[in-house]
């Protein structure tokens, strides 16, 4: 079994947390063979392949077919090397996790729209006006810019913060999601794990001050689901297994859904302390069985 992990430089992640250096360290446990790679390292040549690293260290040209399953982890932002990237993996027959595909079509706050029965009150536009008018009808909310992650750009306002609007906006000109403000962000922000259409666990991210909710600035405590939260799941699973999409991370503050995070998706080391559990083991296992 040969694996291809495409993720950030790994001199620059934090070694006792990060998710993907948690599944790669217990992929090679089990006896796979698990190069390494970002990705400015794929290119194409007759045929889709990839400067690799081994775990050894050494460098090697190898085609992505050599490779049994593909793991996509580049972190966000989506930009325009991310998307060529995904172009370039959608060229190969090894399963990629999660789906070129469905990385390309589907943006990680837009993601949950066909779900908005289950979402707060949001409203995706460009309008200054239009924003302004959604927030006076409810009270003020929270601007997200479309490519934001880990909370970065999230920021409360009221109807009456135009320049904050007009920034976020580009003067009315990039569309931005707005969301009802929902003061059970302080209780905290639950980061929900998938794996296909398959719950396998949960934290709860209590900001340590202020609304952002992440692991980087908040408490990991442990959590359940709600009768609420499992309906969700039973509708967004099969949803998200039909994509392709057999990673990911839904985000819910009480009770309602407001992300889907799919491009690199995290919280499995803490959710894993916190519940006596390796969830690497259950990941790596689960992609095991989606190559056989």
């Not at 302004?132 to 880990?150: A, C, H, T, W």
């Not at 999601?177 to 396998?200: P, S, T």
């Amino acid at each position: 079994m040969k694996w291809l992990v495409v993720l950030d430089p790994i001199e620059g992640l934090i070694s006792r947390t990060d998710t993907s250096l948690a599944v790669i360290s217990k992929a090679r446990e089990k006896g796979i063979s698990v190069d390494t790679a970002a990705i400015e390292n794929l290119f194409f040549e007759t045929f889709a392949a990839v400067i690799a690293t081994n775990e050894e260290g050494k460098r090697n040209i190898v085609p992505l077919d050599d490779y049994d399953l593909i793991f996509m982890r580049k972190e966000p932002p989506y930009d325009l090397a991310f998307h060529y990237a995904t172009q370039l993996l959608s060229l190969t027959k090894a399963c990629v996790v999660n789906s070129p595909s469905s990385l390309r079509d589907f943006n990680e706050k837009l993601i949950a729209l066909p779900f908005v029965d289950y979402m707060p009150p949001t409203l995706v536009s460009s309008d200054v006006a239009v924003i302004e008018d959604f927030l006076k009808r409810q009270g003020g909310g929270v601007i997200k810019s479309l490519d934001s992650f880990q909370g970065k750009s999230v920021q409360k306002i009221e109807a009456s913060d135009r320049s904050i609007i007009a920034e976020l906006t580009g003067e009315g000109h990039r569309p931005v999601m707005v969301q009802k403000f929902l003061d059970a962000v302080y209780d905290g922000d639950k980061r929900v794990i998938m794996l296909g259409d398959r719950f396998i666990g949960a934290s709860l991210r209590r900001p340590k001050q202020g609304y952002h909710a992440n692991f980087a600035n908040s408490e990991a405590l442990r959590t359940e689901l709600s009768e609420r939260e499992k309906e969700i799941l039973a509708r967004v699973g099969p949803w998200m297994v039909e994509h392709g999409i057999h990673f990911s991370g839904l985000d819910f503050i009480g009770g309602y859904l407001t992300e889907i995070n799919i491009t690199c998706p995290t919280g499995i080391v803490q959710i894993s302390e916190l519940e006596g559990r390796l969830l690497s083991e259950e990941i790596v296992d689960y992609f095991n069985r989606l190559v056989h």
